[in-house]
């Protein structure tokens, strides 16, 4: 009867996800809970100053970082191979850098409340952390030439 038991048991497919936890500490890791970090705060400020639009783009911004960061801790980008993620991930910062500056320019030349000005300085912050996430990411992808290691050599 316990055969039975054990036979069965081992049948069933796993539901744990694997976690990557050295991408938290990695320095794109890092920088990812930075831009969430600034986006949060930047949120929190346009609240306070009651500004619908600056609220709905940072919230806009927070969960599509948000989005990857969890892509890439749960490596389910090894999974969903449809796409060519860091390239989907430099667009995302590219576009988010662009996106945020005009805001946050927009937000410090206009302010009439104080959450607006710290959420435009804050916004500036974010602008910085996703241009050197773009930065790194261009680096890193290579395109049509063999990937090498740090020592130079071809793998």
């Keep these: ?28 890791g890092v920088l ?15 609240a ?16 599509i970082t948000f989005s990857l960061l969890l892509l890439y801790t749960l490596k389910l980008n090894k999974k969903l191979t449809l796409f060519f993620w860091p390239l989907v991930d430099l667009f995302n910062s ?11 320019l927009i937000a410090v030349s206009t302010y009439t409340v104080t959450g607006t ?3 435009g300085i804050v916004g500036f912050i974010a602008t910085g952390l ?3 996430d773009g930065y790194m990411l261009f680096k ?9 290691e740090a020592t130079g050599t071809v793998k």
Excluded: H
Aim: overall charge positive.
């Design 1 to 28: 009867m316990t055969d039975n038991c054990s036979r069965t048991r081992s049948n069933i497919p796993s539901l744990t996800m694997e976690v990557d936890s050295a991408f938290l500490r990695s320095l794109r």
């Design 32 to 46: 990812k809970l930075a831009e969430m970090g600034t986006m949060f705060v930047a949120f929190v400020c346009f």
């Design 48 to 63: 306070v100053a009651s500004r619908p639009k600056y609220i709905a783009a940072t919230c806009m911004e927070f969960v």
């Design 94 to 104: 590219l576009f988010a850098a662009v996106f945020i500056l005009i805001l946050s």
């Design 117 to 119: 000005l710290g959420g």
């Design 130 to 132: 996703w241009c050197v």
């Design 140 to 148: 890193r992808i290579t395109f049509n030439q063999p990937r090498t």
